[in-house]
């Protein structure tokens, strides 16, 4: 039986990360992967979404290039050439992954590992053991059960399209579903979005939801709310969807976007004593640790906080707390995340409505909106807004929560992060200098 320090379960971001800071540490490593290193991320979820947001963004751009005094031009996308490219750039970074991983001595081995015992897992026909075993596993979209279910697509096969939908229609008001809802409207697609809520992107803050959703309607997308998707049919080669409200649409594509689960079912990991929550995610202490005090878990299938920077540190943390000696574990109170649709969205820390949950009167709101200078020889149909919003706690007023909608909002969120997180106070902002011109002065000067 092959023995290693460290097995591996994933080779996604989470997996990868941990597999090569453990290699430098000089443990012998092994990673199980049973389709494409590189994970979700790579290969069907930020960085074919993140080119595909920036092919898209040539449409939008050619207006506001007739406002700067270029001539109108005709120019057709070739949906086929895209994908192709796209494709063979995620296939080169796998691969370069791949390369690291043997020149680190890091074992990868291509099957489904499913767990034999508490240090021992099967994959193909192989039993491998090891002394510490980290499961990074990611997770998988979900439908809900509705008849007609498998008519439809999930985030999965939208990198898998052979050609644009004349129409879309999305079921989910999620950030998976409203970065595509944007994208395929500019690629042409017409488009139509639903969610049960009355807003979207839950959890994100009310002011921020309205201001995208607003957006995203003047860009000619349909929007339905308090709806739920009951039925999908075949409608010559068309499809039909039926929704609660008893409104039916057809569209030449249904995109399910309604939420992930954790890849756990067909791991077996009763048999190595690692518990699981309702929706299967595993349950880990502060550092990472399951039931099992060999066994770890990081990324997706812990279900804290499913994005790639936060995989990562997680799996970066449990090889200090192995191999560095330091017990590390995550603060999740200051991610920053974004929503990669036109307009943009970012956002770190507490929206409005957990602040006032903790914090009650104490807290303040600064809003501020503006017209970038970008949009400023546009006329009127063509502008767009940015918003910026602010809360702080105290008279010392030190900022709790920053949200942003609007050009390079993902970047400039990203900076005032790490500010966020050392415990600045509006004045902090207030006494910065800007960069002229700029958006991100804005928040100097609020
Ligand atoms: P994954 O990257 O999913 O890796 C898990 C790996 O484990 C996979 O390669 C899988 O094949 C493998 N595996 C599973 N079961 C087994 C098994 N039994 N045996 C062997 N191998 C197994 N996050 C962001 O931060 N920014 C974004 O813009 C963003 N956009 C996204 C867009 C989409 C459409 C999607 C779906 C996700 C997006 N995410 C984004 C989320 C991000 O992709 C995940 O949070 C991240 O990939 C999680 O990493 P992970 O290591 O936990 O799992």
Not at 292 to 301: F, L, M, P, S
Not at 386 to 412: C, F
Request: charged share 25%.
């Amino acid at each position: 039986m092959a023995n290693f320090d460290f097995l591996i379960i994933g080779a996604g971001t989470g997996g990868m990360a941990a597999a090569q800071k453990a290699a430098e540490y000089g443990a012998k490593v092994a990673v199980i992967e049973k389709e494409k290193v590189g994970g979700t991320c790579l290969n069907r979820g930020c960085t074919p979404k993140k080119l595909m947001v920036y092919a898209a963004d040539f449409a939008l751009q050619e207006s506001l290039a007739v406002s700067y005094g270029w001539q109108e031009c005709q120019r057709q996308l070739d949906w086929s050439l895209l994908m192709q490219k796209i494709h063979q750039r995620l296939d080169s970074i796998s691969n370069s992954f791949t390369k690291t991983f043997a020149e680190k001595g890091i074992e990868l081995i291509y099957g489904e590992a499913k767990f034999i015992d508490s240090r021992t897992v099967k994959v193909n026909d192989q039993e491998i053991s090891a002394d510490k075993i980290l499961i990074a596993v990611g997770g998988h979209p979900i439908k809900p059960d509705i008849p007609g279910k498998d008519l439809a697509i999930t985030s999965r096969e939208m990198f898998q399209l052979k050609e644009i939908p004349q129409k879309l229609a999305i079921v989910g008001g999620g950030y998976i579903g409203v970065e595509f809802a944007s994208m395929m409207n500019a690629f042409g697609a017409e488009v139509v979005f639903m969610d049960t809520s009355e807003l979207i992107l839950s959890g994100f803050d009310k002011d921020l939801r309205t201001t995208v959703q607003q957006g995203l309607i003047e860009r000619g997308i349909e929007f339905i709310g308090e709806t739920t998707a009951e039925k999908i049919e075949q409608a010559g080669n068309r499809l039909q969807l039926h929704l609660s409200d008893e409104q039916t649409i057809t569209a030449d594509r249904v995109l399910l976007a309604t939420g992930r689960a954790p890849n756990t079912k067909s791991l077996d990991l009763d048999k190595a004593g690692v518990k699981v929550g309702d929706k299967g995610e595993i349950k880990v202490d502060e550092f990472c640790r399951t039931e099992n005090q060999h066994i770890y878990a990081v990324g997706d299938c812990i279900d804290r906080v499913p994005l790639t920077p936060v995989a990562k540190a997680e799996a970066l943390a449990v090889v200090e707390t192995l191999y560095g000696k330091q017990p590390k574990s995550i603060d999740y109170t200051y991610v920053t995340s974004a929503v990669f649709s036109r307009p943009e969205a970012a956002t770190v820390g507490m929206n409005e409505a957990e602040a006032r949950d903790k914090y009650g009167d104490r807290i303040n709101c600064h809003c501020d909106r503006t017209t970038p200078m970008l949009y400023s020889l546009a006329d009127e149909a063509n502008q767009e807004t940015v918003t910026i919003k602010l809360i702080t706690v105290g008279k010392e007023e030190k900022v709790v929560g920053v949200h942003m909608v609007g050009e390079h909002a993902a970047d400039i969120i990203q900076c005032i992060g790490v500010a966020v997180r050392q415990g600045i106070t509006k004045q902090d902002l207030d006494d910065s200098f800007g960069i002229h011109p700029t958006i991100g002065e804005e928040f100097m000067s609020m």
